[in-house]
């Protein structure tokens, strides 16, 4: 941690960098995601709408924070070099933009560094391994739209870069709807119960919807003409990007669903070998002691001892007939 910090202290005094502000609240938010929200809401309920909403809310104090702190010791705004008084639209916008840019920052290493404590501490891997994996593929996504046209500088059109950033994870979230939707409702509700036809539909359905909305956000004013003649020829490339979601999401589902059968397999076998061996035992057990009285009660014939005898031969068969009658 201490080496850690370091980077972040070298990186943070930086003149091309940021300023220390941004690095104080996302260590903070850090802390009370690992340490707060994800152990209370997680580990134990998986309460995921508490969780979300919960986060937020820490975000956008945390945002609101580094906003107060900007001003109070006059650092250099995020993205704005040289900006003017800021009005209240604007502030609400930088808030938002911070709020954004500590969910994409905080969440993910969180969950990462979750996944590695409880790997190296319990030696197992956890849910926090798959919910890392799946963060860190969309941050992958998220990063390669942002460096694609339209090219806007963050120091000269600030807000059209925001517009971008924001536009660019709505359109990622839509794309990636087809792996989640259906993943987890899709396939398990509809193609599981051979209704065939209804899973279809809905892809169409959704299809439709994705393709309408890309058309819609293209055509906003806020782009030039070349802008979107431009977008919209991506069209084509973003339809293939989308079969390919739902190919991986195809597999996913049946990975994940090989994997439980295969668990629940190892499972029933291992309950039907305990079974066995408790019933080997269960007959095993009165033939050994039915041996063992009759050893014994030759032991008291011969020793002359007719009440140990008898005595034992009612015992034997008391449990022969509690044992087989």
Known sequence: WLSGYSVVYFVVVHQYFYNPALSITLIIGFYANVYWLIPKYLENGKNWLKYALLTSICLAVLSILEFLLEHFFKLMPVYINGRTQETWLEAAILICAFTFVKGLIITP???????????????????????????????????????????WSPEHEPLLFL?????????????????????????????????????????????????????????????????????????????????????????????????????????????????????????????FLFNTINNIYSLAMKEDSPATAGSLAKLGGMMHYMLEE
Not at 128 to 135: K, Q, R, T, V
């Open 109 to 151: 290493l969180s969950f990462l560094y979750k996944f590695t404590r409880d790997l190296i501490i319990l030696k197992k891997v956890t849910v926090f391994a798959e919910i890392s994996l799946h963060m860190l593929i969309i941050g992958m996504l998220y990063t390669l739209s942002m460096i694609t046209p339209p090219y």
């Open 163 to 287: 517009f971008k950033a924001a536009y660019k994870f709505f359109l990622l979230a839509v794309h990636l709807s087809f792996f989640y939707l259906n993943a987890f409702w899709f396939m398990p509700k509809f193609l599981a119960k051979k209704r065939y036809v209804t899973y279809f539909f809905a892809l169409i359905l959704l299809f439709a919807a994705s393709i309408a909305i890309e058309s819609v956000i293209y055509q906003l004013p806020v782009f030039s003409a070349e802008q979107t003649s431009a977008l919209m020829g991506t069209i084509r490339q973003d339809v293939l990007f989308i079969l390919a979601i739902l190919l991986a999401s195809i597999l996913y589902r049946f990975s994940v669903d090989w994997f439980r059968h295969e668990e629940l397999r190892k499972g029933l076998e291992s309950d039907k070998l305990s079974a066995e061996l408790k019933f080997l035992q269960f007959q095993v057990h009165p033939h």
